[in-house]
């Protein structure tokens, strides 16, 4: 084989041998390539899921909060809007009673505020027992803290004291008495459910004599302030009569 032939066969060899290698390393950062992508995908899914958990673990926390103060209506479908109203406000309504009471038998100056805040815990204690026995028989979760709406009432009359809180407590209970009387009459009349209606029936005697009771609690107050007007009236007239009297004496 002459020297001519010899060189190009080892051009020929080292062509296919860069073409080897070319090929070769396409290869290898191709699957280089593929590999960080397919990294990368799985980062940011990963990524997302993260964001996507902690976005649902947020939602389900604020609402298992809201839940406590509005209830679930799941179970509502077969009321009407009448229905539904009159059963979360009672819910909410009975709880505020509770509440208050509670801070009238303790913080009460008077024995009698002091008998009727215990003699609410007691009642609507029990109703708010049967008003949640009767939802979760139709499926419904009633409310169980007070929304921010009551628990500002609440948190109004707590920071009163003496005669002051209760002045302002008689007061509310025969505000919320005398509407409670009118729903419950309302509902146990008109009310679509039947078991609902017959709750309204059964509660509203109860919410009747507390009515009579807070009513009866609010004159004597009322009574006491006008005695005390009335005595004071006395006092001025008599006090002027003497002076007039000592006046005449004195005149020749």
Known sequence: MSNQQLIRHAHIWILAVLLAVGLVAVVVKGGIAMRTQNSNQNHNGNTNTGNTNTQNRNSSNRNSSNRGATGEQTGMANMNSHDRDFIMDAAMGGMMEVELGRWAAQ???????KQFGQR????????????????TSKGITLPT??????QREVAKISRLSGAQF???????????HKKDVSE???QSTKGADA?????ATQTLP??????????????SQGGNSNSGSSENSNSNRSTNRNSNGNGN???P
């Open 206 to 219: 109860t919410l009747q004599e507390h009515l009579q009771m807070i009513t009866a609690l609010n004159g």
């Open 166 to 176: 209760d002045r302002a407590y008689v007061k509310m209970m025969l505000s919320d």
């Open 107 to 113: 913080k009460g100056t008077s024995d009698a505020v």
């Open 145 to 150: 803290t007070l929304d921010e709406k009551h």
């Open 249 to 251: 004496s004195n005149r």
């Open 120 to 135: 609410m815990v007691d009642d609507h204690s029990k109703a708010n027992t049967a008003l949640a026995t009767l939802a």
């Open 184 to 186: 419950f009459e309302k």
């Open 195 to 199: 078991d609902l209606k017959a709750f």
